[in-house]
Each structure stands twice: as structure tokens, then as C-alpha cells.
């Protein structure tokens, strides 16, 4: 018997955008594509132009090669034709390979937020999908509620979901909106679907307000659904969609579903989905769930107790799956071989070759281990990371030493009476037998005038950093241990576009920052083939 | 029908506190255990009294009226008999209701942990339970990788269950104990289980290393299970146990638990669930999870968009239960796209009452706008938009006033030639007419010394901010428009738990931070009610 497919689709830009607190840049949606496209992901939806500036832009060029971009809106409004709807005009503008329509399956929406007959939305529905295909695009509807409109309507929420599959839909989309339907109910109800319309042809959008958005997504593909919708981490409105890389996780190395579906993800792009996860954290300036299946730093941690020295005898007597499937580590065994060998693996991704005998590899884990456990993420900070390996395999120049800093900030009434801030800072470095002293201010704070300062004058070095840049500064501040430090995560880019993150950690934030300031110019001028 | 009585189990103070960074004390103990009396919980599992002397002491005496206490422990040893094992001779001295062995349950592990043949691991269960049950204790067996072994031995692992049951355990308790088993699986496995032991003596044991702990529990209940087994919050190894929280608002509130199956948590102490879920984490001094099911700070928020009028207009139409069921609120967060409705709606939340028809709601709504538009984001910042519209609709007292502050960080070398870093800061305040100046040093970098020296003397308010203190900092940069504006988000708590989040926004991260620390005092003074 040959696997289904099942076909994954992402809207981590789109309905994890909802999540509280969560703003993406432009710059955050092209990496977040990119991202995906990589990790074998079928379907990335990258939001609703026309709604907003930001998707609007996005939507001017196709951000990945490999999966399909899909762009969502509303269906046309009731009262216009397709044709004269400027939303969907919008929709037709932006350069996605398909085009997700979002429509209410439930009467009683129809009536309470639309106040439209019944029958209108469904012409929306038929003429909207009709445009979108005529326009040469692959259609999807998401139908909103599907589940609470079954339960109260199985006849009108089914016609909705036959509409847009009668219109040419490659797939619709049977959403569970509220988040309130339970595994079995999922279940039930996509299985009777699939007698109207094809298994291969439906998909499921669940969200975790009952705690059960995977065990929902997972109930559906077992009744035949052959599209999962979800995001990242499981990022969402109010309780969070159904957690993309908990299902991968799932999909790949539970026998049970290995055996009969397959996915677009390869063995070594789900030995990136641990990277994957925590990258998305950083970016957002989000604590990484220390507890999220497969991927968390805790998932495979077993806390000393009855079960370690099982664990240690037979990793299998205690864990369901290896965690180096998915990038990830046992905590008990970090020293072993197998910790050796994911390091290995991360080393090579980011262009260090080091073999599993080679004795300075012993080296940089101990280095990795000790700066993990004072607060250090390498995680998002690959450059970081990379002068680290550097360092201890000997190949990092010495290029520049500091002496010292200072910075002040004041802020005070000046003649004209106004509140106004100051910040300056004076860095004193060695360039070889060379001393250079700089000061600069800044309206940016004191970081951004040691920053300056510091990239005044390099001697001899200086017209190689001409092009770096800050693009963004990021902080958090934690527990590590008994006091709190803090840790500063720098992104720096550079005139070619390429871009990278560094990290500091200190008790003391202005120290945190320069350590995360120092190693952006150090790998820049590494990358610059600079010599000591 | 009359609805099937399913009791609830917690393990919090024992499989609980396996989690990575959980350290209950005594006292913690005992709070945690009258919490769950109290919230209606059948029984409550203390831990393992023999195994070390916090749990022994813990055992000393009863810590709960209505729920049974639970203490947990080994079977016996191969080799001896039930009297003369140390293990069970501690958990027959302590002061428990119901005594909990765990014993293995799948050939491997007897195999390969215990290295014993498979009848001693039947005989110690039936000499184990018995012993127990002669000392006039209810007994459970809690079934180690239940379904693991039923995987690979139907008879063996049925075998464990049936011996337990036949010597007089009151519950046999089916275990997934590495997380590994999914939803379909848990319902086919228990469905057969109940051919043997009826279903009013099975129990569910979960764990969420597939992310499906919760829905794993459900399928139990569905396949005829009595008991579920679970923690608050879903604490627990790895990535946690099956979360009673959550399923205590399934049970209770979804219409299809509520027909069939009863609980012993009353609508009054399912009103308490919130509260419940968030006095732990305090406790912990974890960051409540804000998206938690039922509980969380964003369970029930709806970002502007397309779902936030509808909401308003019917809250039934986006919300699968009422977030007042549990204790948690709704919440439509301020934005751009925010209407006027929303506004009364969130002020109403915040305590601020004011008419869709008072005037000053466009000038709170107008400012909001603009602040948003320079940057500010008091969806996660509830104290600084509560100041906002106290200051608008004319409330708020004018309790000091900043005239100046300067804040120095230096590095450089100490006497000992190590690279130390100081920083020191100066704040001058006006208090009515009263002026004064203060000076701080910290080790932690400017904003620390900053707000040490803002909070060091207040003069006659000094007295009412004395129990405030910072619990988190946050820091983003991001593009205003076409400059980098920096964004601060400052949690503060007080002595009587409470907590606050203020926001401060400017080009200058100092500036931005001071902004957010004065908004910080100000509320505790308001809530204090200072007058000015």
C-alpha cells in the first residue's frame, strides 16, 4: 500500500500573525518564507493583501521556490460582482500561486454578522472561487465554523463547501474556528464529508482551545482530510493554531503514521524542525516553550529520578522517538556520542567541518555547555556560534582587543525648556600596537553610541565595515540560576544582504550588548577574509 | 441516563514536580494540596514518602479534608516479601488515604530494567497490593508504558492490571509513560482493556510528548475509563502531563462531557480554575502560559480584524464557552482598526467605565491612535493604557515630577587588571514642592541603576512602594515609520502578588525604559490610592 500524501500548508504569517503581542516585519515574513520553503512546508500562506501595507508589499514578489504562496481574503461582498470587488481585485494583484477565500459555514453567522440570505453567500462563494480560477490560480475556501454550522446545519454547511468544490476549488477547507470541537466530533464529521466531497480534496484548520488542535488535525486526516493547516509553534489568536511542528514530528516518526501518510518534509529537513522552532522564538523575541513536543529543550530531559538510569542503559526504555531525528538532544547523555554527533551536524550547517574524532571537538561542546548553562542561546545566533568553534579550533584572527568603554545618558530641560536626551560613549581599542580612541553621540542611547563609537575607527580594519549595519537589537532578561541576566541578541547586515545574529549575556545589559556588538564586527571581518 | 462519575487525580506534588526547574517546598506542598481540596479534586498524590525527607515530612500529617491524599510508591522487591521491604513499610506509615504503586507493565522493561523473570513482577504486584489493602488503604496500580507493553504483550501487560485488580486494588491506572501514544490508539487499547477490568476501575495516565495528552485522556474517558490522571498547568517531565486544567474545563463545559460524564468540581469552584492555574505558576514564579485553554491571559482576546465586531455584536459567535465559566475574561485588543465599542469594552475590563456617548471616549480613543502610531502596543500593557485614560478623562494625580537623570556605564580595567563594569545613576524628582536627588549604582547596567535611584526616595510615597518590584524587562527595536524606535515592556509585582505590565516608546532605549518605570510607580500609586 502506498502512503497518502498529506499536504501541509502554514499560515504562521497569517493567523499566527493574530497571536498577542506577535508584529512581523517585512523583513520577518521573507525569512519566516524562507524558512518554510526549506523546511519542506507545501503551502505558505503570507497574509491578506489589500488589507494592510505590510501584506500588500510582501505579496509584490513570491518568496519561495519551492512551496506554493498562497494569499487570503474574504470572498466577494454580497451586492457586487466579483469582478468589481476590490478585495478581490487586491487578491488578484499579488503574486501568489493560490488564493485561500475565507466564507461562513454557519447559518447562523450568515445571519448574525453577514445579515445577507443565506443564498448570497453562497453565490459569493461559487462566483468568488470562479474568478480566482479564471485568473489561472489554484483555490482553496477556508469554511469558517464548519463544525458548529454542521452540528447546527449539517445541509447549509455542507452546500458551502460543495459550492466552492463544484466552482473548482482544489481544496476546501473545513475549519474549526472557535476551537471547540473535540477529536472525536472532528472525526465523525469529516468522515460523513467525505461522502460529498473527496477526502484528497479536504482540509483541516483547528485551533487549541480545548488543548486538542493536533489530536483534531491528526482525527481528521484518519477520517480522509489530506490538507493540514497550522503554524509554528502553534502560534495563534487567543489559545494558538494547531502546532505545525508537533504534527510533523508526529507525521515522520510515529510508526503508526509513517507507515500510511507522507509529507513533503525529508529526514533531513525534520532534523532541522528543532532549529526551525526556536529560530521563529528568537526572531519574535519569544522564550521558546522549554516543553513542546519533539523540539523543546526539556523533551527529552529526564530530571534524575527512577527513569535516568533506565534512560541511560536503553534510551528507548523511556523515549517514544530519538530525539536526534528532529535536531534535538537527550540532557541526560549531552556528553555522549550522541551529542557529539549533533554537534557535528550543527557545525556543518554552518560551514565548520569538524570530524567525530577530531579531539578539539570534545573542546567546543564543553564551550557550548558551559556558555548554555550562564544563559547563552546559540540557537539563533549562528555567527555567535561560529567564532565560538572558530575560537577553540584556533582559526579566529585576533583582530581587535578592547581596552575600555564608557557611556553616559543624560536627559535634562536644555535652554529652550524641553525635555531632551543625551547619550555618549568613548572606546578605547588596540589594533595590533595601535591605540585608537573614539567617542560618539547618539539619540539612540548608550548602545548605539558605543556602537558607533566603537565602528569609528578599526585602523586598518575600518574600510572593511563600512557596509555593516544594525537591523535589530532584541533583549531578554531571565532567571539563570539564582540572579537575572541578561541576554542581547544583535541581527547586523551588510552591503552584499547578507545578514546575522549575534548574542551577548551579562548581568549588566550595556555589557551584554557590546559582547553581542563585538562579534558582529568580528564576523564581519571573518567573512571579509581579514587578517590579524 | 445519569451522568458517569469521573474522578479527577492529581499528581502535581509528585509527577509534577519532575519538571526541569520545579522545586516545591514544604509549605508549597501544602498550599498546593488545599488548593485542589478546595477546587474539588478526588485525590491529591503528595509524592513518594520514604524516597526523601521533604516527602516524608509532607506525609506526616493529612493536608486535605475532602480529596483523598495519595502517597506513591515502588511494588515490592524480587527476592523479599512485602513486610520486609523498607519501601512499602514507609509508605504505610505515612498519613495517606490511598496508596499508588507503579510497576512495570511491559516485558521489556522487566526484562531489561528489572532483570527479573516476568512472574516476580506479578507476584510483587499481588504481595504489594495485598499489604497494602491488609492495612485497610484504598490501592492503585499505576501501570508503567501501559501501552507500549500492550503493543508488544496484549497478555503480559493485562496480566500486571488483572493481578492488581484481582488483589483487591480499588483502580488499575493505565500509563503512557513516555508520552508516545496517540489518541486512536489510547481508545482502541482501553476499549479492550475493559473486557477484563470493568472501566470503573481503569484510570488514564498521560503524557504530552506528542502533544496530545490531553485528547489522550478523553479517549480513555470515551472507551469507558473512570479516573484521570493529571497536573495543573500540565507540569511534568519533559513535555508534561496531561493538563487537568484544561480538562477540567472540557469536562465541565463542553456539552457533550457535561450530558454523560459528572466531576466533583462544582460551576462555583470551576470559577476558580483561573485562578487556580495562575496562584501556581506565582508560586513557581513561572510566566503564566497566556495561551493556555479556558485559563489564559489570551484565551478569549481577539486581535482587531475581521472577528473583533463580530465578537462584539455576539460574543457567541467567535467563543466556544463563556470565559467568565472559569474565571478568565474577554478581551478585544486596542488597535488602529479599533472602534469605539471595543474601547468601552477594554476600559470596562480595565476598570475605567465610561458611555459610548461621554466625550472624552474620542479623546481617549484619538490618543490611543497616536500613541500606536508612534509605536506603542498596550495590547500587552494594560497599567500604561489605564494611565492613559485616567489621564485623559482627568483622573489621574500629578504625583511627581521628573526634572532631570543622567545614567554612566564604564569598563575598564580594575586594580587587577580584570575588564569590570560599573554603572551609576541620578535622578532628580519633584514631589509637590519638595525637590530631591538621589544617586544608584548597579551591576546590572543603567536602567537597573536608573530605577534604584527613581525608587530611593519618593518622599512622602516612599512608604507605599515599597513592596514593588521588576519581575521582567523586554526590549524590541523596530522601524517607526522610517526610524528605529525602541519599545519597552516592564512587569512589575507587588507584596500582594499583583501584576502589572507598563510600555515606554522612543528613538532612545534609556528614555523608552525610564518611560515605562515611571508608568510602573504611578500605578502602584494609584492602586495604593495616593492622592497627590
Redesign the interface.
Known amino acids: 500500500m502506498s502512503a497518502a500524501r498529506i499536504h501541509l500548508f502554514d499560515t504562521t504569517l497569517r493567523d499566527g500573525a493574530?497571536?498577542?503581542?506577535v508584529?512581523f516585519?517585512l523583513d520577518d515574513k521573507r525569512s519566516v518564507a524562507a524558512m518554510l520553503d526549506k523546511l519542506g512546508i507545501d503551502y505558505v500562506e503570507g497574509g491578506y493583501p489589500g488589507a494592510n501595507p505590510l501584506d500588500t508589499a510582501f505579496f509584490a514578489q513570491k518568496p519561495t521556490t519551492q512551496a506554493k504562496f498562497a494569499a487570503f481574503g474574504?470572498t466577494k461582498r454580497a451586492g457586487r460582482s466579483a469582478a468589481n470587488d476590490p478585495g478581490i481585485a487586491a487578491l488578484l494583484e499579488a503574486k501568489a500561486d493560490a488564493i485561500v477565500f475565507v466564507a461562513k459555514a454557519w447559518d447562523?453567522?450568515v445571519h448574525?454578522?453577514l445579515e445577507i440570505p443565506l443564498e448570497d453567500n453562497l453565490i459569493g462563494i461559487a462566483e468568488s472561487v470562479e474568478a480566482a480560477r479564471a485568473a489561472g490560480r489554484e483555490v482553496m475556501l477556508d469554511c469558517e465554523h464548519f463544525f458548529d454550522g454542521y452540528k447546527a446545519n449539517p445541509d447549509y454547511a455542507l452546500s458551502c463547501a460543495r459550492t466552492a468544490y463544484e466552482a473548482g476549488a482544489r481544496w476546501v477547507v473545513l475549519c474549526d474556528?472557535?476551537?471547540?470541537?473535540?477529536?472525536?466530533?472532528i472525526g465523525t464529521i469529516v468522515a460523513e464529508v467525505t461522502k460529498t466531497i473527496p477526502g484528497d480534496h479536504l482540509g483541516i484548520h483547528a485551533h487549541?482551545?480545548?488543548?486538542?488542535a493536533?489530536?483534531?488535525s491528526?482525527?481528521a486526516v484518519?477520517a480522509g482530510a489530506r490538507q493540514i493547516q497550522g503554524t509554528l509553534n502553534?502560534l495563534g489568536?487567543?489559545?494558538?493554531n494547531a502546532?505545525l511542528v508537533?504534527l510533523i514530528?508526529?507525521l515522520k516518526l510515529?510508526e503508526?503514521y509513517r507507515e500510511r501518510f507522507a509529507i513533503g518534509v525529508g529526514e533531513a529537513q525534520l532534523g532541522e524542525l528543532t532549529h526551525v522552532s526556536r529560530a521563529l522564538d528568537e526572531m519574535l523575541?519569544r522564550?521558546p516553550n522549554?516543553?513542546?513536543?519533539?523540539v523543546?529543550a526539556?523533551?527529552?530531559?529526564?530530571?534524575a529520578?527512577?527513569?535516568a538510569s533506565?534512560v541511560l542503559?536503553?534510551p528507548r526504555?523511556?523515549?517514544?522517538?530519538p530525539p536526534e531525528a528532529t535536531g534535538n538532544l537527550r540532557k541526560v547523555l549531552i556528553s555522549d556520542q550522541g551529542g557529539k554527533s549533533n554537534l557535528v551536524a550543527e557545525l556543518e550547517r554552518i560551514g565548520v567541518t569538524l570530524g567525530r574524532d577530531d579531539p578539539r571537538l570534545g573542546r567546543v561542546l564543553d564551550e557550548v555547555k558551559e556558555k548554555e548553562a550562564q544563559g547563552y542561546a546559540f540557537e539563533g545566533a549562528d555567527a555567535s556560534f561560529f567564532l565560538l568553534a572558530k575560537r577553540i579550533i584556533g582559526e579566529l584572527p585576533a583582530y581587535f582587543e578592547?581596552?575600555?568603554?564608557?557611556?553616559?545618558?543624560?536627559?535634562?530641560?536644555n535652554a529652550l525648556g524641553e525635555?531632551v536626551?543625551f547619550?555618549e560613549a568613548i572606546v578605547k581599542v588596540k589594533v595590533g600596537e595601535e591605540v585608537l580612541i573614539s567617542v560618539a553621540e547618539s539619540?539612540?542611547?548608550?548602545?548605539?553610541a558605543l556602537d558607533l563609537a566603537l565602528r569609528k575607527d578599526l585602523g586598518r580594519y575600518q574600510s572593511l565595515i563600512e557596509g555593516l549595519r544594525l537591523v535589530?537589537?532584541?533583549?531578554?532578561?531571565f532567571?539563570g540560576g539564582t540572579d537575572?541576566v541578561?541576554r542581547v541578541l544583535i541581527e547586523s547586515a551588510d552591503e552584499t544582504g547578507a545578514r546575522w545574529t549575534t548574542v551577548g549575556v551579562?548581568?549588566?545589559?550595556?555589557?551584554a550588548s557590546?559582547q553581542a556588538l563585538v562579534d558582529s564586527i568580528t564576523y564581519k571581518l571573518m567573512r571579509e577574509g581579514a587578517t590579524a
Open positions: 493574530q497571536t498577542t503581542g508584529d516585519s474574504m447562523y453567522h448574525v454578522a474556528t472557535n476551537g471547540g470541537t473535540l477529536p472525536d466530533e487549541d482551545d480545548c488543548g486538542c493536533v489530536a483534531n491528526l482525527a484518519e502553534g489568536e487567543r489559545c494558538g502546532n508537533t514530528g508526529a510515529k503508526r523575541n522564550a522549554r516543553h513542546a513536543p519533539f523543546g526539556s523533551a527529552f530531559t529526564t530530571k529520578g527512577i527513569h533506565a542503559k536503553d526504555t523511556y523515549e517514544h522517538v578592547i581596552e575600555r568603554f564608557t557611556a553616559n545618558v543624560e536627559r535634562r530641560h525635555l536626551t547619550s539619540a539612540l542611547g548608550p548602545v548605539n535589530d537589537y532584541k533583549v531578554r532578561v532567571q537575572a541578561t551579562s548581568a549588566n545589559i550595556i555589557d557590546f
